[in-house]
């Protein structure tokens, strides 16, 4: 599954929950992207007429990247910039 629709956590939750799949991916291209994504493998798969097979690892990417990361030091540096209001916590359980 692929793109912004396949991303709506309550809509895969109920899917997760009703059992219709014994594995399922949602690869993380949300939008244009993953629609792209599928027209080539639609392509590739039918009109080229290439077998399709499972691979021993299906998520290849080891999870969607998410970002860089930044240290409160870097977080203080840009609230102080914008004189931002803030209340800092010092774990996430706080």
């Known amino acids: 599954m692929a793109g912004g629709v396949a991303l709506n956590c309550v809509a895969n939750s ?4 009703e059992g219709l799949f014994n594995k399922i991916w949602i690869q993380p291209a949300a939008g244009d992207a993953g629609g792209a994504i599928g027209a080539a493998y639609a392509c590739f798969y039918i009109w080229g007429r290439q077998e399709r097979r499972q691979l021993k690892n299906p ?3 080891h999870g969607a990247y998410l970002g860089p990361e ?5 977080i203080l540096k840009v609230i102080n910039k914008y004189g931002a209001v803030y209340t800092h916590f010092e774990t996430f359980d706080d």
């Open 14 to 17: 109920k899917i997760v929950n």
């Open 70 to 74: 930044y240290d409160d030091k870097d």
């Open 59 to 61: 998520d290849a990417m």
